[in-house]
C-alpha cells in the first residue's frame, strides 16, 4: 500500500514538500486554516482541507493517528507548532517531522517527542555559505556535529590523478564513497581511473578534515 502522509501548513516549507511527495506518488493530506491555502493545493495533493490542527477533535476527526508520517510545517506560529506537535505525539501518530523557527523551539519540540526536527533556513545556509567559500563545494550534508558528505568538484588540482594517487584517506582521514560524472554515478569509483575535470566526489569525513582536503585540493 502506498504511504500516506498528512502536512500541517501550506507555506513555502509544507508546500514544496506536498509537491514533492505527490511527485514520489505518495497520498497526502495537506491541512491549514488558510482557505486560500487549501484550495491553492486542492489540486496538487490526494485531499485539502480547511482545519485548525490545535483543535484536538478536528485531529482525530481526520483520523491523524492513521497516517504513516506527519509534517508540521507552521511557521511563525510557535506556539500553535508546538500543541500541534503535542497533541500528534499523543494521538501516537508514528513518525512526525517538524519545522523548527529556532534552537528554543527546537528543544521544546525534541522535549515533547517530535521524532525529527528540521531547520531548512539553518541547514540551506550551511550549505550554502560552503559553496560559497569554495565555488568547487557543490553541497554540503551535515550528519552530525563533527561529520559531513561534501561534494567536490574535481578542478585543475586533482584532474588526471587517480583516488590512488590522491590518497585522502590515509592523508585526510575522508573516505570518497562515489564519483559522479555528466549523468553517471559510479558507487564503486576504481582507485586507478584518472579523475577528469568537471568529475564529481562524493566525500565522507570529519569537518576538519573535510575543510583540510577542501583547502588542499579544491
Ligand atoms: P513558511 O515559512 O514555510 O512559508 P508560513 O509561516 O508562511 O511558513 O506558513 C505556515 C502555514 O501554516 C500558513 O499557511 C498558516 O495558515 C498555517 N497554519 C498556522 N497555524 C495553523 C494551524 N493551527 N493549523 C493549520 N495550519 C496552520
Known amino acids: 500500500m502506498r504511504k500516506q502522509f498528512a502536512v500541517i501548513g501550506l507555506g513555502r516549507f509544507g508546500g514544496s514538500i506536498c509537491q514533492s511527495l505527490r511527485k514520489q506518488g505518495m497520498e497526502v493530506l495537506a491541512i491549514d486554516t488558510n482557505e486560500d491555502k487549501v484550495n491553492k493545493f486542492a489540486n496538487v495533493v490526494t485531499h485539502a482541507v480547511v482545519a485548525d490542527s490545535t483543535d484536538e477533535n478536528t485531529l482525530k476527526s481526520l483520523g491523524i493517528r492513521n497516517f504513516d508520517h506527519v509534517i508540521v510545517a507552521i511557521g511563525d506560529n510557535i506556539q500553535s507548532s508546538i500543541l500541534t506537535t503535542l497533541l500528534l505525539v499523543e494521538e ?50 551535515e550528519l552530525s556535529d563533527e561529520y559531513s558528505i561534501v561534494e567536490l568538484m574535481a578542478g585543475t588540482s586533482v584532474s588526471g590523478k587517480s583516488l590512488i594517487e590522491l590518497n585522502v584517506r590515509a592523508k585526510y582521514g575522508c573516505n570518497i564513497m562515489a564519483v559522479k560524472r ?37
Not at 534552537?103 to 559553496?131: C, F, S, T
Not at 554515478?185 to 570529519?206: K, R, T, Y
Open 92 to 141: 501516537g501518530v508514528k513518525h512526525i517531522t517538524v519545522k523548527a523557527q529556532n534552537d528554543y523551539h527546537e528543544k521544546v519540540l525534541n522535549k515533547i517527542g517530535a521524532h525529527r526536527v528540521v531547520h531548512p533556513e539553518r541547514d540551506m545556509g550551511v550549505r550554502i555559505a560552503h559553496n560559497i567559500v569554495s565555488k568547487n563545494v557543490l553541497d554540503y550534508l
Open 182 to 218: 555528466g549523468d553517471e554515478i559510479n558507487v564503486s569509483p576504481s582507485a586507478n581511473e584518472s579523475l577528469q575535470i568537471g568529475d564529481v566526489l562524493i566525500v565522507i569525513g570529519a569537518d576538519k578534515d573535510l575543510t583540510r582536503l577542501e583547502h588542499a585540493l579544491f
